[in-house]
């Protein structure tokens, strides 16, 4: 279905790691807790591992407060880091700000949720793209050559004819038009990595999937790696090669899109999946039996004290007295068709793991 | 689910402009549509298609520079003559809402007074439209209502800031539902929670109407959802409303590209991965409506007529069947007659 299965998995090279990233945000200390020794942290995200590889789609799956955009913040070093490690090409990178920020963007840019913020509303499409182009020296000596490069990059996004939106200022344009200004200014820095927040949750549903096959498309012919993050598993399955779910701050399962999709593994992917809207399930509306897989009636855990062991195991009808006290870890999972891997960190797998 | 019964809310040519004069849009365009009594009728849409300001629009709680300026909304209430709520004055008005038609706004989470209790609310409304209430009874009753929607009484003293957002989202259905109206417009209701939440929620709405027998006329843009939960869907595009059929009926034979588009702009979560293209170019600007069809810069099989004349929804040819209604000039769904 995409180019990368045709292609051995061998060309995919890493480009951006992140190994046991970590992010507590300090909660405000009141008058009572001031003379208490103890420091409340919101635990937003602990110990997350992920592997961006050039020219894939790795899907980052969750509710909202699960944390998964800090994930994106944290990769583009908007948030210092808890702890935990983050890699460009192998090369720890920690930066804060100045010419080595500007460096690192220069190779992981970000796209955001809402294109009707993250576009200045008194300038024009030109002075946003301009501005990309210069700050990260690809604007060419002369005007000419950056006309052609404006161009190129609308080209790139599909706005044609780039003539007719350079000129434009945000509120001219629709939210599809906006979001593809704001892709195209991601891509005037050339990067590798493309960290996208929920690029199309703000956008009208019939022009959604238009946006996310520009992505796919620019994906594969500037072989980048992308980040998407979203809370609708059915968009994941159509646009990433790899998903990995994420509850209450921490990765739950990963894998090949098709494989978590198709055959969930962990308690919480599987209600994730029976929960989304299914045209198909006509004959069971209503029904009130619809919605198993939940004890504690949908709500996620608070992230200031989190529950110990699985984060789950409030929610969860296989929960075991193991699963309060122990973390798991992954559990490798046999994959059943294709390529890749498939893990879930959780105990009901523990004894099908390979040894 | 059953086979339709007598109407409770019938909407009959309805137009709504926001301004005036030449400077107006025209924001709901010669909208007829029923609700029948126990239906949950699904009204989806792209924003700027009027599905809110319909719903706004009919309840008169339209803001200005909001301004209704034609049509009639015809209620039935349960054994006594029916009466046109345009025509209602104010202190009428006031007895209709929320004892009549109730509504849970979009962002129902933010519509809770946030320095009031959750039960001074709900107490209120019993206390503003049933004054013969005792202080017992009225208590009883919210008690009552916030069990039925899945809240233990304990947390009747909480604040909205102490709730959760489906907790805050259900203390609004029940008050929709505390004077036991028989039509609740639900705008957007779930669209701020997670899908496993919002699943629990809707299953909880079709548990209660099928106790409390009122009709919902429930408003969203995702319409995968709608065709899950709802009995009847109209849609509705740059103002009219182009397809109106039963759930499954739209979901399988869809007549408007339109619909069709919209359908299509859902991946699919089960079943082969398939490569979809959503519908092109943009939804409309209501200041630069286009000519004809609306949707007929974005169709596939728009051909001459389509950009001159407006298509009626009516009774599709090919289907003779009085359950669905269509506005398209392509051939087969042109309305009989």
Not at chain 1, 258 to 285: C, F, K, N
Request: glycine share 8%; with cysteine; net charge neutral.
């Amino acid at each position: 279905m995409t180019a990368t299965e045709t292609e051995p998995a061998t060309t995919h090279e890493v480009v951006l790691e992140a190994e046991g990233l970590t992010k507590h945000f300090p909660v405000r200390r009141g008058l009572r807790s001031l003379f208490t020794r103890e420091r409340k942290a919101v635990h937003a995200v602990d110990d997350l591992r992920l592997t961006l590889r050039r020219g894939r789609v790795t899907a980052l799956v969750g509710e909202s407060g699960s944390g998964k955009s800090t994930v994106a913040r944290l990769l583009a070093q908007l948030y210092p880091r808890t702890s935990g490690d983050i890699r460009l090409h192998g090369e720890t990178i920690t930066v804060h700000g100045g010419r080595k920020f500007r460096a690192y963007c220069r190779q992981v840019q970000m796209i955001f949720q809402d294109p009707f913020a993250s576009l200045n509303p008194v300038h024009t499409v030109r002075y946003h793209l301009t501005r990309a182009l210069k700050i990260h020296g690809r604007a060419g000596k002369t005007s000419a050559e950056l006309e052609d490069n404006l161009r190129q990059l609308l080209l790139r996004v599909q706005l044609t004819p780039p003539e007719r939106y350079l000129d434009k200022f945000p509120h001219e344009l629709s939210g599809g038009q906006r979001q593809r200004v704001s892709i195209a200014r991601a891509l005037g820095a050339d990067p590798e990595v493309l960290l996208a927040d929920e690029p199309v949750s703000m956008l009208d549903v019939s022009i959604r999937l238009g946006v996310l096959n520009l992505l796919r498309d620019l994906k594969e012919r500037l072989n980048l790696a992308i980040l998407y993050i979203t809370h609708d598993i059915a968009s994941a399955r159509y646009f990433a090669d790899e998903t990995m779910v994420m509850y209450a701050g921490r990765l739950v399962e990963g894998g090949d899109s098709e494989t978590v999709t198709q055959q969930p593994a962990h308690p919480y992917t599987r209600l994730l999946i029976e929960s989304a809207p299914d045209p198909d399930r006509l004959d069971r509306v209503g029904d009130p039996k619809d919605a198993p897989e939940d004890e504690a009636g949908g709500e996620p855990p608070s992230l200031i004290a989190p529950p110990t062991g699985c984060r789950f195991h409030p929610r969860c009808i296989h929960a075991m007295p193991k699963c309060s006290t122990e973390l798991p870890p992954r559990f490798e999972l046999p994959v059943i068709s294709g390529e890749g891997e498939h893990w879930a960190a959780c105990w009901l797998y523990e004894e099908g793991a390979a040894k | 689910m059953t086979g339709l019964k007598s109407p409770v809310l019938e909407i009959k040519d309805f137009n709504v402009d926001y301004g005036l004069g030449d400077q107006s849009v025209q924001a709901v365009r010669d909208v007829t549509l029923t609700l029948h009594r126990g239906e949950v009728l699904g009204l989806a849409g792209e924003s700027g298609s009027g599905k809110s300001t319909l719903a706004y629009g009919i309840t008169r709680l339209l803001p200005p520079p909001g301004v209704i300026s034609g049509g009639s909304v015809i209620y039935h209430p349960p054994g006594e003559d029916p009466y046109d709520v345009m025509a209602l004055s104010n202190s009428e008005l006031r007895k209709f809402r929320w004892a009549e038609t109730s509504i849970v706004f979009q962002g129902a989470m933010n519509s809770l007074n946030p320095v009031h209790k959750v039960s001074t609310q709900m107490l209120d409304v019993i206390k503003a439209h049933e004054p013969q209430l005792s202080a017992e009874a009225r208590l009883a009753r919210a008690h009552e209502m916030l069990k039925l929607v899945g809240i233990s009484a304990d947390r009747m003293d909480a604040y909205p800031h102490q709730l959760s957002g489906g907790m805050r989202q259900r203390v609004m259905i029940g008050m929709a539902l505390v004077l036991e109206p028989q039509v609740v417009i639900m705008d957007e209701p779930t669209t701020a929670l997670d899908v496993v939440m919002q699943r629990q929620i809707l299953a909880q709405l079709v548990e209660l109407r099928e106790r409390l027998d009122f009709s919902v006329l429930f408003i969203t843009h995702d319409l995968s959802l709608l065709v899950e939960f709802s009995d009847r869907i109209a849609i509705m595009y740059g103002g009219r409303i182009v397809e109106e059929a039963k759930s499954a009926d739209l979901y399988k034979d869809s007549l408007h590209p339109y619909s069709e588009g919209l359908l299509k702009s859902f991946p699919a979560l089960r079943g082969p991965r398939k490569e979809l293209a959503g519908i092109p170019g943009s939804p409309p600007d209501l200041r630069g409506m286009p000519s004809g069809c609306a949707f007929h810069p974005r169709c596939p099989h728009a051909f001459d007529r389509c950009s001159t004349e407006i298509p009626v929804l009516g009774i599709p040819e090919a289907r003779n069947d009085p359950n669905r209604q269509v506005a398209c000039w392509l051939p087969g769904r042109v309305p009989v007659g």
